[in-house]
């Protein structure tokens, strides 16, 4: 079985300051991640992923995550939080091979202070 | 041009009634899926087809009765509503293969919000 925590409902920044959202996953073999960003009334978009390769992943909006496989984290960070960036962040897992489903947290909300 | 399309956005209806979702996808896809999420914002699958084939099929109500006539189309239709049914449900695609998942990108829709009164 695969899943994922996010271990902070909310996470409160000062605008300029860098954010972090934390995620661990937990997956009997190689993990594929995920973070997407839901804004309110809105559908989830895709920021970026980690699939293979180099461990620091960069993606959309200036933000970036670094999969740790010695502690099973894939934290989103951002170096300088903007007050748009606030919204809802889902951290994403899912297994290599097969037809695997992708799990989902629940979500960490962000809310940027200006 | 919208990626992932659903319709209706806004839905109330009453306890017993039936209600479809439908949604389209123009981004050539194999993959559709249907997912819900509750009031607290957890998210979880519902159903996956590729290419119009049921794929993942979770503990869901068998009133829930997905159909893909095409494997750019997935609608979602709802028997007997209950007010446990109210959440928003959210329509996706990805192009993974029966070959197997090799991580590629899930894109959603814009949700339908079902209220059941």
């Known amino acids: 079985a695969q899943s994922v925590a996010q271990p902070e409902d909310q996470v409160n920044v000062a605008e300029g300051n860098p954010l972090t959202v934390k995620c661990t996953y937990s997956?009997?073999?190689?993990?594929?991640l995920f973070w997407y960003v839901q804004y309110p009334n809105r559908g989830l978009q895709f920021l970026l992923k980690?699939?293979?390769?180099?461990?620091l992943v960069k993606g959309s909006y200036g933000f970036e995550a670094e999969f740790n496989k010695s502690q099973t984290s894939f934290h989103l960070k951002k170096p300088s939080a903007l007050v748009s960036d606030s919204a809802l962040y889902f951290c994403a897992v899912s297994l290599s091979g097969g037809y695997q489903k992708v799990t989902f947290g629940i979500g960490t909300k962000l809310q940027v202070i200006p | 041009d919208t990626a992932v399309s659903q319709t209706p956005k806004y839905l109330v209806t009453q306890m017993g009634n039936d209600k479809s979702i439908k949604c389209e996808q123009n981004l050539g896809h194999d993959t559709m899926y249907w997912y819900k999420q509750d009031s607290k914002k957890f998210l979880k699958i519902m159903f996956s087809y590729n290419n119009k084939e049921l794929i993942i099929n979770e503990t869901v109500p068998n009133r829930f009765s997905p159909k893909s006539p095409d494997k750019a189309h997935l609608n979602l239709h709802i028997n007997s509503l209950e007010l446990g049914d109210s959440a928003v449900y959210f329509c996706?695609?990805?192009?993974?293969?029966?070959?197997?998942?090799?991580?590629?990108?899930?894109?959603f829709g814009e949700g339908s919000w079902l209220t059941v009164v």
């Open positions: 997956v009997s073999g190689n993990p594929y």
């Open positions: 980690y699939i293979t390769g180099d461990n």
């Open positions: 996706a695609s990805s192009q993974e293969t029966r070959a197997g998942y090799s991580g590629n990108t899930i894109y």
